[in-house]
């Protein structure tokens, strides 16, 4: 009990400690979400009179709608590669049991929630870890978004790896943790481990809420992890005889992934598109404001009345009467005159659409990149060559998220070493479409026994995998240029097995997705015509 006690202490110091250096980043994130939003004019209002128009363009918004919409045409797949021969057939069920796994989770969804955190606050954070209460009480991989409010790593380290701690915090029900943990009565309520919050539309009520810490740690080389809530241990894997020894999971690393935008020196995190092109939206809506509000004093006719005027203001205001009178003698004109005003200047216009054009070149959201046209531009290769040229910053980014989407598939496989004991029926996609049903276990994943070769007793070898991902071509232009390539193929007579010799030779210099199964087809087919003419 002393022991959890000093656990408990040892956790809430490191916890606050890490708070309080993360705190301008938290901060940052929450505003950036306020941007996203289009709340912007919360932050900037406290400079500007109440009744100026707020305008608030959506050309941020549209710079992160097309960063968006280029990562999820890319969405990634994976393909693993055995290292050794021996290794080749796991390798193949393994690429067709991920997949499985990944959409079992709903990645695809996990994907772009974490794709819009990459966008806005400049890293997205995949949490991968084993649900012991998945699929009846049997247990799987729990692949899912973590919000980088509620993640806390010790200040200074740039690999999350590094950190000596990391410590994942958030809101449950109180009731629901009574029913789970009967020793947390009289003891839950609103401690001081509360994450930030966002600013919600909604009211929340979460006082009825206890803060649940998941705490992470490196002790020794190995990974442990302990729950707390409000002081109380309620787990802690140094006290579990089945993890004291190994730690909490074999592969010993934190079961957290960053993808990072635009990386920074001590920190895992980097900041944004949003961060980026925030000041310059900024301004363009200033301009706007500006520039509307003149409009609105320029369409609203305002007048110059004397105090001893001669003119009835009530029925020169009334713009239903006919007639307005006026007392005593003299030019009533004189007694009451229009207010001009000023037209903005057109330089203030140009301003304006420069910082368009500035937001557009540092973001690299550029016209042709969503489809428009330059002038003088028209050919279809043209247009072509353009986006392809323009859309380097995107292939950039998602190459990024592919290295990460590659450590968060070798956590899942470390994951099934350890924990796929029993096998495990998967509906897989076979060849040529065709769906198929695999039994697969840890059996083959783990540690081999120990082998004598040229009389040198051998360790056991653990089978090790290589992992290369491939996009899933959403693209409709990308999809067409594919089908199109094979109907030239065909055209040109590759398929016909008379001409396979210098199929083959062809495609050796040709670099395309699915060239494999291409030359694979071509030179069975230029088997298949050798034995008949032998035959």
Known sequence: MERKHSM???AQALLAEYRRGKAAL???VVDNDQWYRLRHWQRMRPSGNPGDPEPASAWLLNCLLNKHADAMDNFPEPVVLPREEGDRADATVLSAVLPVILEQNEFEQTYSDMWWQKLKSGAGILGVFWNPAKHGGQGDVDVRRVDILNLFWE???T???DSRNVFHVELHDNDELLARYPQLEGKLGQGADRPQVYVYDDAIDTSKKSAVVDWYYKRGGLLHYAKLVNGEVLYASQEDPACAQRGFYDHGKYPFVFDTLFSCEGTPTGFGYLDLCKEPQMYIDRLNQVILKNAVMASRPRWFVRQDGIVNEEEYADWDRDFVHYTGSGDPEEHIRPIQVKPVSDIFVNI???KIEELKETS???DFSQGGTIGGVTAASAIAALQEAG???????IKASYRAFTQVCYLIIELMRQFYDEPRSFRVIGERGAQAFVLYSNARLRPRAPSVEYGVPMGGRVPVFDIRIKPQ????FSKAAQNELAKEFYSLGFFNPANAAQALICLEMMDFEGKEMVVKRIAEQAAKGVSAWRG
């Open 155 to 157: 200040p200074g380290v």
């Open 159 to 161: 690999d999350i790896q």
């Open 352 to 354: 304006l659409n420069n």
């Open 391 to 397: 859309s380097k910053l995107s292939r950039d980014m």
């Open 26 to 28: 938290d901060a940052r």
């Open 473 to 476: 071509k959403t693209n409709a």
């Open 364 to 366: 690299g959201n550029r």
């Open 8 to 10: 408990a202490a040892e």
